[in-house]
Structures are given as structure tokens and as C-alpha cells.
């Protein structure tokens, strides 16, 4: 899977969608656009705020960008836990335990670990052939029955 399809099947196809599998190519695919389109977004506010006070009018301009990232924040959040829970259960782990890593990391010096285990989990490979959570994104024609 390519960039721009893994692109279109998270924003598009799948994005509330919690069920299947997704593969490491999808994942690490989105990640990357998602820190290109984060990065651009940084630089722009950057830019904008540091030429806000020399013009008298470009408060309205700040405030519109700050609801349009903040918007676009909030489109792209459910697609992204959406891809985490689907690259778990590519891993045969149910979703619950990302939702249960994710609290835990809230807890000071216990989110570094979680956020280690969250990043070893989308590092390793996907189980191979079906598993109970869906077919192999990568070979679904592969089945399960060995002696059908």
C-alpha cells in the first residue's frame, strides 16, 4: 500500500471504522502524512504569529486559522484512534487494550513505558492469514482452513 492510498483509506473508506485489520504499510503511511500536514500547519501558525503584531488587523486572521486548525484537529482524531485500533487487531489484540495503554499513559513515568509498548506493537509485523478479528489486509485470499 502506497502513500496516497493509505491516505484515502483512513480519511475516506475507513474513517470511523473499527473493525478489520490494518496493515504496518497503512499505518506508517498515514503517520507520515498526518506529521506533514501537522508540521506545515506548525509552521504557518508560527510564521502568522510572529508577524501578528506588526499589522493592526491580523488578530481576526489568527483567530480564524486557530478554529480552522482546531477543527481540522478534531476531523482527523477519530480516524487516527480508528487506525490504532485496527493495527492492534492486526496484531490479534482487541482495541480495548490500546484505549487501556492510552489511560495508563497518563499516569506520570508509566506513559513512557505505554507509549513504548504502543510503539513496539505498531513495529511489529501483522499475524499471518486470518485471525479473529478479519482477513490478512495484505493477503486476504489466504484462508484459515488448512484441510478444506
Known amino acids: 500500500m502506497g502513500f496516497t492510498e493509505a491516505v484515502r483509506t483512513v480519511l475516506v473508506q475507513k474513517y470511523a471504522t473499527f473493525s478489520g485489520r490494518a496493515s504496518r504499510s497503512e499505518f506508517w503511511w498515514f503517520q507520515l502524512f498526518f506529521c506533514i500536514v501537522a508540521g506545515a500547519g506548525g509552521f504557518v501558525a508560527g510564521f502568522m504569529g510572529a508577524f501578528s503584531n506588526r499589522q493592526g488587523g491580523s488578530a481576526t486572521v489568527n483567530t480564524a486559522f486557530l478554529i480552522i486548525g482546531g477543527l481540522l484537529i478534531l476531523a482527523i482524531f477519530l480516524p487516527l484512534i480508528a487506525l490504532e485500533v485496527r ?3 492486526d496484531r490479534n489484540i482487541s ?8 489511560i495508563l ?3 506520570p513515568y508509566v506513559g513512557y513505558v505505554t507509549g513504548l509498548v504502543i510503539f513496539v506493537i505498531n513495529l511489529l509485523p501483522g ?3 486470518p485471525n479473529k478479528f478479519g482477513a490478512d ?3 486476504p485470499e489466504i484462508r484459515a482452513e488448512v484441510f478444506a
Open 95 to 102: 482495541g480495548w487494550w490500546y484505549l487501556a495503554l492510552s
Open 137 to 139: 489486509p495484505l493477503r
Open 105 to 107: 499513559g497518563l499516569i
Open 127 to 129: 499475524t499471518e492469514g
Open 87 to 89: 493495527r492492534f487487531h
